[in-house]
């Protein structure tokens, strides 16, 4: 057990009915992507990215313990979860139990205001905000880094979620427990850095191949995996650079060959994974055309269709109306950078 994670000893507490702990997380989007892992247990990044968390779309989710011997529950927008969603849930409680040196039952209810598995960034609100609602939960006291370390294995992607703002996330060095240690996400302080991030939501279906399926196979089988990782190292020296000078044409630049690098891998990998679809590249051509028209603004995409565009706040309504005008079927949503996790008034134990 990490020192950081020493649980702080609680007496006995009897669960009644409004003693869950609350705790709200929001997605983030990743400038510099994380794809492939080089720890499936430990969930632990091949390569450092970094992020921006966005102030909506937030999850919400309330744990709550029970007295021994009654199951565990999870539920999912009011409905019980099952599945492999119930699994990795109640695999991330156990850890927390684990650490906590507690082995009481839960009840798990979660509100995802974001689409599920459709590349919003679902996984790293979920389980910056389990992994938040549960050590209150269970009384386990981490600091920042320890609990980062901890959503890290839920989804590596919520290891950025604990921070709002712009976040970093390690990769870490060596192997095991070493690996588990260095694999941390920690913010990247810049407060006079804040653009707009407008998404265009062309598709809420769940994606075909889970991210998790997706890059194992990248990482197994695209021979481009390694150059786009290489790259990445300096796409990452370059964009902290762009940041510090707030140049948000360098960061878009940046952000747009990141994430099309990223995808080609995808595409290379055998058989191929593909998450574009039609109405993604009619953003992209609309992206395009907005350069080529005078306004900044940068794509970037996840595992799924969707488009997130970076820009000048002052241009989000521009780009909004010319993305709105791709896909007229989709939805347009702006954000900007917003909080980090962070347990509800009241929730505090
Ligand atoms: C493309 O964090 O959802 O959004 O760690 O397997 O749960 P797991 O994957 P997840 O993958 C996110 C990948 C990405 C890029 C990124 O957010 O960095």
Same mark, same amino acid.
């Given at each position: 057990?990490?020192?950081? +994670? ?19 997380? !929001? ?15 430990? &969930? ?16 919400? #989710? ?30 991330? %409680?156990?850890? %927390? ?8 039952? &839960? ?21 910056? =905000? ?42 870490? !060095? ?29 598709? #809420? ?12 196979? #990248? ?9 786009? +990782? ?32 990223? !995808? =080609? ?14 109405? #993604?590249?009619? &953003? ?42 791709? &896909? ?12 980090? =996790? ?8």
């Amino acid at each position: 057990m990490p020192l950081d +994670a020493v649980p702080v000893p609680a007496g006995p507490r009897e669960p009644g009915p409004d003693s869950g702990s609350t705790a709200v997380a !929001h997605p983030n989007i990743a400038l510099i992507k994380y794809w492939g892992k080089r720890d499936e247990e430990l &969930v632990v990044p091949c390569v450092d990215s970094l992020s921006m968390t966005l102030d909506i779309l937030p999850t919400t #989710t309330t744990v709550t313990l029970c007295p021994q011997g009654r199951p565990d529950r999870v539920t999912f927008d009011g409905s019980p979860a099952e599945g492999e969603r119930r699994h990795r849930i109640i695999a991330f %409680v156990d850890l %927390v139990r684990e650490l906590a040196g507690r082995s009481d039952p &839960v009840l798990v209810e979660t509100r995802n205001a974001v689409p599920t598995g459709a590349g919003l960034a679902s996984s790293a609100s979920g389980f910056a =905000a389990l992994a938040v609602a549960a050590t209150a939960a269970y009384s386990l006291r981490l600091d920042p880094t320890a609990l980062s370390r901890l959503a890290r294995r839920g989804s590596a992607s919520a290891a950025r979620s604990v921070f709002g703002g712009f976040a970093l996330c390690h990769a870490g !060095h060596g192997v095991g427990a070493a690996a588990d240690l260095s694999s941390y996400a920690e913010p990247v302080p810049l407060p006079d850095f804040d653009p707009a991030m407008v998404i265009a939501v062309v598709s #809420t279906s769940a994606k075909a191949v889970s991210s998790r399926a997706a890059m194992r196979r #990248t990482v197994e089988t695209s021979p481009l995996y390694r150059a786009w +990782a290489a790259s990445g190292r300096a796409d990452l020296t370059d964009i902290r650079a762009a940041l510090r000078r707030g140049d948000l044409a360098a960061v878009g630049e940046i952000t747009e060959r990141n994430a099309l690098g990223m !995808h =080609a891998t995808m595409l290379a990998a055998r058989p191929a994974v593909r998450y574009f679809s039609p109405a #993604t590249m009619a &953003v992209l051509d609309s992206v395009l055309q907005l350069r080529r028209d005078g306004v900044p603004a940068y794509a970037t995409m996840d595992a799924g269709p969707n488009v997130k565009v970076l820009c000048p706040p002052e241009a989000a309504d521009r780009v909004a109306e010319a993305v709105r005008g791709a &896909v007229p079927d989709g939805s347009v949503l702006i954000a900007r950078r917003g909080p980090g =996790a962070r347990l509800l008034p009241g929730a505090e134990r």
